[in-house]
């Protein structure tokens, strides 16, 4: 079993920034690819970001440029680096772990932007 444990969501004014943690626990290995998604009222879950073991990085559209992913894989933890936040990017965050035909998810930590 997996396990992911979110956290640093929050309230943050427009133009601000948050950090987004996800530690991972359970049978999991370093080239596990991890990343994050999101999904606001109404709307469908969408990629924000993910990271491959060796650390190559893919960012959703809307994302691109302001925000950074990066993963440290002694401690089994991927981060989520949020700058210039937007209205638009208020939603639930939920971390993400791949293992050969398997997906695992956090419970999701709730970022909201206020303009």
């Known amino acids: 079993q997996v396990q992911l444990l979110e956290s640093g969501g929050g309230l943050v004014q427009a133009g601000g920034s948050l950090t987004l943690s996800c530690a991972a626990s359970g049978r999991i290995f370093s080239i596990n690819p991890m990343g994050w998604y999101r999904q606001a009222p109404g709307k469908q879950r969408e990629l924000v970001a993910t990271i491959t073991g060796a650390g190559r990085t893919n960012y959703g559209d809307s994302v691109k440029g302001r925000f950074t992913i990066s993963r440290a894989n002694a401690k089994n933890t991927v981060f989520l680096q949020m700058n210039s936040l937007k209205p638009e990017d208020t939603a639930v965050y939920y971390c993400?772990?791949?293992?050969?035909?398997?997906?695992?998810w956090g419970q999701g930590t709730q970022v909201t932007v206020s303009s």
């Open positions: 993400n772990l791949q293992r050969p035909g398997l997906d695992y």
